[in-house]
């Protein structure tokens, strides 16, 4: 269980770094899913399948999604604009900003405990969903339809007139 969770984190962690320094735009958001599914794989560690389940489908399927659909709709051929005359400055920035998190970490009196957490299934989360929490539900499917027609709205040819 503990080689998976290190070999997941490496994978997230150079998969964000890929997001950064990619040139490609369309590769940043390629690494930006493979990110989204460590994150996934992360739930699935953790026990929480549902979270995990909602993690592929709203981040994955919906988000990146929508990102390379604007990637490709804009027709952009411009490349990132990471100018390698900074590395330096950005290693140093970096280097003072983890040496912060690392001091201020070493330096706090907060322990944690481990407390109970409920258990719920994925069968309870869909009967609450929908018999306590329908008509919510309902509402939030009714915007994401108006929110699609509207973006079908946008996204079409105009007509010349005249």
Known sequence: MLEAFFLIALIAVCSAAMVVISKEIVHSALFL??????????????????????QVLVYIGGVITMILFTIMLTKSKAKSSIVNNTLILQIFVFSVFMALIITALSASKVTF??????????????????????????????????????????????????
Request: glycine content about 6%; proline content about 4%.
């Open 33 to 54: 899913a493979l990110l989204f599914t460590m994150i996934a794989a992360f739930y699935i560690l953790l026990g929480a399948e549902f979270l995990a389940i909602i």
């Open 113 to 162: 405990s481990a407390g109970t957490v409920p258990v719920y299934s994925l069968e309870e989360i869909g009967k609450v969903m929908l018999t306590t929490y329908v008509l919510p539900f309902e509402l939030i499917s009714l915007v994401l339809l108006v929110a699609m027609v509207a973006a079908i709205f946008i996204a079409r040819p105009q007509k010349e007139v005249g």
